[in-house]
């Protein structure tokens, strides 16, 4: 009886579907709408599996690629979430390959170390969404926890490992983490390590957060692609 979301992405041959992992999310980020949820529950594997086949009943094409980055934080129902992943990508499940399995986390270091220690080939994305502590703690609380430098330190451990890539995921909000000065310390902060940057300008809700303008983005994103050293930038438009 509990609402959850997921959603379907089209592009060319690569068909994403972006899964819940919970009801609601304890995290608490400060421009997202599901934090103003709470959180509720965790979701079974069953639970996150069947959102995949609902999704791929809609889509006229092959489902290509999963990411756990819906509803909630992955890390935090880390077994059910593992378990799914492990059938999504198991011969007897649904063969995809361990690439095209994506776990996105806000920052939750132990289990992030944990990931690593296990050596899950499934790729990894951490939500950074600022280049100092103190403008990730009001955005983040998460980071009063487990701080900027401890969580980029973690990706290179995992971009150390054969054939893997960490992705640092990076949310632009207008007046809080987009002045070029951002865009110059997170190419300093990623420097010397193999991984990818997604920039994804914020998608407005009723809250007080707003999307930079399009030159601050385009901007933004120029002194990344100018300064990038074994980093790739992707932009979300």
């Known amino acids: 009886g509990k609402m959850i979301e997921s959603v379907l992405m089209e592009e060319g041959k690569r068909i994403t579907v972006c899964l819940s992992t919970q009801v609601g999310c304890a995290v608490d980020c400060d421009f997202c709408a599901t934090a103003k949820m709470g959180f509720v529950k965790n979701l079974t594997a069953g639970e996150i599996i069947d959102q995949f086949l609902q999704l791929q009943k809609i889509s006229d094409q092959k489902v290509t690629n999963v990411v756990f980055m819906g509803m909630g934080e992955p890390f935090h129902n880390y077994e059910n979430v593992l378990n799914a992943a492990d059938i999504f990508h198991s011969h007897k499940g649904f063969n995809l390959a361990s690439t095209r399995i994506t776990i996105s986390t806000a920052g939750l270091l132990p289990q992030i170390k ?16 600022a280049t100092d502590d103190g403008v990730r703690e009001g955005i983040m609380p998460i980071n009063k926890k487990w701080h900027i430098n401890d969580l980029i330190k973690a990706g290179k451990e995992y971009s150390n490992q054969k054939k893997r890539m960490v992705m640092f995921e990076y949310v632009l909000l207008k007046g809080i983490n987009d002045s070029m000065n951002n865009a110059l310390q997170l190419s300093q902060l990623l420097k010397g390590i193999p991984c990818k940057l997604n ?6 809700t009723d809250g007080v957060y707003q999307r930079p303008d399009e030159t601050v983005i385009k901007r933004f994103s120029e002194i990344l692609h100018k300064n990038r050293d074994e980093y790739r930038v992707l932009l979300r438009w």
């Open 199 to 204: 920039l994804i300008p914020y998608n407005e």
């Open 114 to 129: 944990r990931f690593i220690k296990e050596k899950r080939r499934y790729k990894l994305s951490i939500s950074l969404n």
